[in-house]
C-alpha cells in the first residue's frame, strides 16, 4: 500500500516511512528530496518518521551505498503513486482532466480552482495499492533533486540535541559491560575464563555478574557502578595466540589464510615484461584496514514473556527482529525494533553484536 510509505497530513506535511536508516551518510536528506521531487513538497514540508519494524517498510540492509541507488527507487515510485492518486482525487473532484492540473508545494490547482493535499486527504489513508506504475518526472523537470540542501539531520547534532542510541533511557533499566581480557590477547581465538572472581567487586553496591561460557559481564542500576565494575572484576583467562605486534604485522598478514578471487585475468605478465624497454621491481606496503567503530555501541532490550523492545542502531533492523525472535522463542510480530543513529563505523560495525 502507498499508506505504507507516505503519510498526508491536514496541514499540508508529509510524513515519509523508509526502510534504510541514517549511519551517518546524509541519506535521509537524499530519500527525503527524491520523495519531495516525485510529491511536489518541499524539504520543509516534509519529515522521515524514526524507523520501528512493523511500521516501517522492510527495504533490507543499509550496507554498500545502497540507499539512494536501491531504497531511492521504492520510495520515488511511492511518492509518484501518491501523487497520482491526489491528483486523481482532484480531477474527481472539479471534473477535469488530470493532465490540466498543476501542482506546487502540495497545491494542486485547475484555473481559478486549488486545494492543498491536506484538504484532498490529510489524516486519511490512500487505500491505493503500490504498483510501481505511477508517472515519474522527468529529469529535465527537477526542481528539488540535484540542488543543494541542507542535511535534515546536522543542526540537532551541532547543538548536541540529537538523541543517539547512548542517550536513550527507558524506566527502571540497568545497564551493563562486557568484561574482556586487556591487550593483544582479546583479539583472535575466544578467550577462555578459568576463573571470576565475584568477591573482587564486593564493595560496589547493586553489581551483578553475569556469565555464560566464556561470556563474562556486570551490570548494575547505575551506569558508572557498571564501568567500574567491569574494570575491576578478576579474571583469570586462559589466552590463546596473540598478534605479532607491529615488527612483524606484515609477515603476519602475507602468511594468513585469504579469500583471494580473480575479477580479471588477461593477457600474460611474462611475455609483457619481456617486451617492456624497462622494468621496474617494487614492494609496496598499506596499514592495516578494518571495518570498526569509531566509538563505543550499545543496545537496549526490554525482554518480557509475551514481548521485546529492542532499540539499537542496527543496519538490518528487521534480521535483528528475526534474530531476537529465535533468541527469545518469540514470534517476528512480538519484536519491536526501534532504530536510533549510534557511533559512525568504516564498514560493518558492532551494531548486531551489541
Not at 108 to 120: I, K, R
Not at 225 to 236: C, Y
Request: charged share 20%; glycine share 10%.
Amino acid at each position: 500500500r502507498i499508506d505504507s510509505w507516505i503519510a498526508v497530513h491536514q496541514d499540508n506535511t508529509a510524513t515519509l516511512y523508509v526502510g534504510k536508516v541514517e549511519l551517518g551518510q546524509g541519506n535521509t536528506t537524499g530519500l527525503m528530496q527524491i520523495a519531495g521531487e516525485e510529491l511536489d513538497l518541499g524539504m520543509d514540508q516534509m519529515r522521515v518518521a524514526p524507523f520501528e519494524t512493523n511500521i516501517s517498510p522492510d527495504q533490507g540492509s543499509t550496507v554498500a551505498s545502497n540507499s539512494i541507488r536501491e531504497g531511492g527507487v521504492q520510495l520515488r515510485q511511492a511518492a509518484a503513486g501518491a501523487r497520482h492518486a491526489l491528483l486523481q482525487m482532484a480531477a474527481t473532484k472539479w471534473n477535469v482532466p488530470i493532465d490540466d492540473l498543476r501542482v506546487s508545494r502540495g497545491v494542486v490547482s485547475s484555473g481559478a480552482q486549488s486545494a492543498t493535499y491536506g484538504e484532498l486527504i490529510g489524516g486519511k489513508r490512500f487505500d491505493v495499492t503500490f504498483t510501481g506504475t505511477a508517472p515519474l518526472k522527468k529529469p529535465a523537470d527537477y526542481k528539488l533533486v540535484g540542488t543543494r540542501v541542507p542535511r535534515v539531520d546536522i543542526p540537532a547534532k551541532a547543538a548536541n540535541a540529537y538523541v543517539h542510541v547512548q542517550n536513550v533511557r527507558v524506566p527502571g533499566m540497568w545497564h551493563g559491560r562486557v568484561v574482556r581480557p586487556r591487550g593483544q590477547g582479546a583479539l583472535g581465538p575466544v578467550p577462555v575464563v578459568l576463573e571470576v572472581d565475584e568477591s573482587s567487586v564486593a564493595d560496589i553496591p547493586n553489581v551483578r555478574v553475569v556469565r555464560k561460557g566464556n561470556f563474562v559481564g556486570v551490570v548494575a542500576p547505575d551506569e558508572w557502578q557498571a564501568v567500574k565494575a567491569a574494570e575491576k572484576l578478576r579474571v583469570r583467562w586462559q589466552i590463546g595466540k596473540t598478534l605479532p605486534g607491529d615488527d612483524k604485522l606484515f609477515d603476519f598478514m602475507k602468511a594468513s589464510k585469504t579469500g583471494d578471487a580473480a575479477v580479471v585475468d588477461l593477457g600474460n605478465i611474462e611475455s609483457g615484461l619481456a617486451q617492456a624497454a624497462h622494468v621496474v621491481s617494487a614492494a609496496y606496503r598499506g596499514p592495516y584496514q578494518m571495518h570498526a567503530p569509531f566509538a563505543p555501541n550499545c543496545a537496549i532490550a526490554d525482554v518480557k514473556s509475551d514481548s521485546a523492545e529492542i532499540i539499537c542502531c542496527s543496519q538490518i533492523p528487521y534480521a535483528v527482529r528475526n534474530l531476537i525472535g529465535k533468541v527469545t522463542g518469540l514470534k517476528p510480530d512480538q519484536v519491536k525494533v526501534r532504530r536510533y543513529e549510534g557511533a559512525g563505523t568504516f564498514g560493518h560495525s558492532a551494531y548486531d553484536d551489541v
